[in-house]
Structure formats: C-alpha cells, structure tokens
C-alpha cells in the first residue's frame, strides 16, 4: 500500500469513527455511552426530551453538531452543540489537529514579514540559504542564526492563546465547544473523555520552545512541515500535532 492509498483509507477511517459517535447519540434513550457523555456535558437525562447528533459538513474545527431538547416546566428548549471528535487506538501515538498553508495561516495571524519568510523555509516554500542543511529541501529552526530563533519564539509566545485558539476551537458558527477521545484498543474496553474546549486549550497550552528534532513546541502541542505525500508540493504544509491521550491523564 502507498502513502497516498494509506492516507486515503485513514481519512476514511476518521469518518467511520465520527459515524460511530452520531450512531451512539442518536439511539441515546437505550445506550449507556450516550447518557454517560450527555451527563458529561452536563445534561439532566430526566430533562432530555430528543437527541440528534449530524455531521458537520466542510472544513470546521468541529465535526458532529449535536441538538439536544431539553423541558424546563413547561417549556421546551433546543441546545445546539459542537464537537471534536478522535479516535485513537494508540495511546502514545499523536494526532493532527491542523492543516494549512502558510498563506492560510498568514491570513489567520498576520505574521511580520521576516517570520513568514523563516516559516518558509521551514516548511520547504524556499530552499535551503544555508549550505550543508540537513535536508536539501527546507530548513530546521535549529539551523537558523541565533536572532531568527528569538524572532520564532517571540512571536508564538506572545500570540499564543490566539494561535491555540484557532488550532483547537477555531471560529464562527462551527467552532468546538467540546474534545471527545475515544479510545479503542483491540480486546480492551473503549476508554473516553469529554471534555470542554476551553479546559482542553488550558491543558495543551505551556512554554514555547523548539525541540530536539528542530520543530517547534507550543505547550504540549508540536508545529512541524507536514513532509510526506511522496514529494508533492503539498508536503510543504504546516501542520500541529498533539497527543489526544494525554486528557486521560489530566
């Protein structure tokens, strides 16, 4: 299997695990999973008068909105919300939470010209300036001079809780207001936790530092080029990675 079938199959996969989460809200009044989550999320089941869990069509950070009609005396009232979903079946294994181009970044966060040229050649946009780079197709942020790493760190740290914001929550009508983790290990019984977005940023939030590796670290979040894609262009994207799992822990 090549890496473009196997990125297909993945992609696949991931929309098999959202249809298992609609599944388990829609049949809510006979699964135990969906009266625990709708508990989670702070609901009186005896106030629960229907559930209707769809997917979220598009690119939104936000994948399943959930409807929920709750009667309060005598009044029925409809609550609209909006999860991320990821089901993993590795614990240590990590996870993509965001896929761009730089441009699209750019048009989020307005870099200063000379960050988004050092992002560029991060990413692979520009060859390599320096000679004897430890890939010939872009930069690592350890192989810039000591004043550009200052420009890196600065930036991030200082527009932290926006860049985490978009990358976790995002904006607008589809934005998550809850991270649900599903884990599914063969012979084991599933494990979850549902947990409120701002609690979840909170968590992955924390010092900005390069790693050993040469990307970059935001908290317990990883920014690196996407790389991969047998060599297509598209391998020149940014991409944040995190560990789902680590909500387990906290």
Excluded: H
Excluded at 18 to 42: P, T, Y
Excluded at 158 to 179: C, Y
Excluded at 240 to 248: V, Y
Aim: some cysteine.
């Amino acid at each position: 299997m090549d890496k473009i079938e196997l990125g297909s199959r993945i992609a696949k996969n991931g929309f098999a695990n959202e249809n298992f989460v609609i599944n388990v809200f829609n049949s809510w009044k006979d699964n135990d999973l969906a009266k625990s989550w709708l508990m989670s999320m702070n609901y009186d089941l005896k106030q629960i008068k229907e559930v209707k869990a769809q997917k979220i069509k598009g690119t939104f950070k936000a994948d399943i909105q959930v409807i929920v009609w709750v009667q309060i005396s005598l009044t029925t009232l409809q609550d609209v919300q909006n999860l991320q979903v990821k089901l993993v079946s590795n614990p240590k294994g990590f996870n993509q939470i965001d896929k761009r181009w730089l441009k699209s970044y750019n048009d989020l966060w307005n870099f200063p010209k000379d960050i988004l040229e050092i992002l560029k050649y991060f990413t692979g946009e520009l060859l390599p300036k320096i000679p004897n780079s430890k890939d010939k197709r872009r930069m690592f942020f350890n192989e810039f001079s000591y004043k550009e790493q200052e420009k890196i760190l600065n930036f991030f740290t200082q527009n932290q809780p926006l860049i985490v914001n978009d990358i976790l929550k995002g904006r607008g009508q589809f934005a998550s207001e809850w991270f649900l983790v599903i884990l599914r290990i063969k012979q084991e019984e599933l494990k979850w936790v549902l947990k409120p977005i701002n609690e979840v940023i909170n968590l992955y939030s924390g010092e900005v530092e390069f790693s050993l590796q040469g990307s970059l670290k935001i908290g317990k979040i990883t920014m690196q080029r996407k790389g991969g894609d047998g060599g297509r262009k598209s391998a020149n994207m940014l991409q944040f990675k995190l560990n789902p799992c680590e909500l387990f822990e906290s």
